[in-house]
């Protein structure tokens, strides 16, 4: 049998599998198992607003002071609490359903900054809103902001 992709298939799979089409099955489910499983990781590595909206609320926040804490770990100053900003996502998500789908990593970032409380030595808080947000999103959070 030809291993060249996988090196040695230990022979404890192959044993007593019957025929040759068995045997093709199961490499074959092996190489579709090993394609997959770096996409399905990922997937499970950046939840979406979905994902997060299925998760009871304790998790939902232990989440959010993950993603937090990676960017604290990046350098990042957030002085605001993972619970203040789990109640904003779900605000976002209950009044923008079509952002369900993004990545969690994303719209967390995206309201931290909309809140100027991403926070890195050498940026600039305003010209980070500008780049991240563009122009039409930024004009209409400074003019929310300017209501409070």
């Known amino acids: 049998m030809d291993t060249a992709l996988f090196g040695k298939i ?8 019957g025929g040759s089409m068995n045997k093709k099955f199961i ?3 092996l190489m579709v198992l090993l394609v997959v499983s770096p996409v399905l990781a990922q997937t499970a590595a950046q939840p979406t607003g979905n994902n997060y909206l299925s998760m009871p609320k304790q998790t939902r926040v232990q989440v959010v002071t993950s993603l937090i804490n990676d960017a604290k770990r990046g350098g990042v100053t957030i002085k605001q609490t993972p619970v203040s900003y789990c109640r904003r996502l779900d605000k976002v998500y209950a009044k923008h359903p079509d952002m ?3 990545p969690l990593a994303t719209v967390l970032k995206t309201l931290i900054i909309m809140e100027y409380d991403w926070s890195q ?3 600039d808080k305003d010209q980070l809103a500008k780049q991240w947000l563009g122009d039409k999103l930024y004009q209409s959070n400074k003019a929310r902001l300017s209501k409070r």
């Open 121 to 123: 030595p050498g940026v």
């Open 100 to 102: 369900k789908p993004q």
């Open 27 to 29: 490499i074959a489910s």
């Open 10 to 17: 230990p022979e404890a799979l192959l044993v007593n599998l």
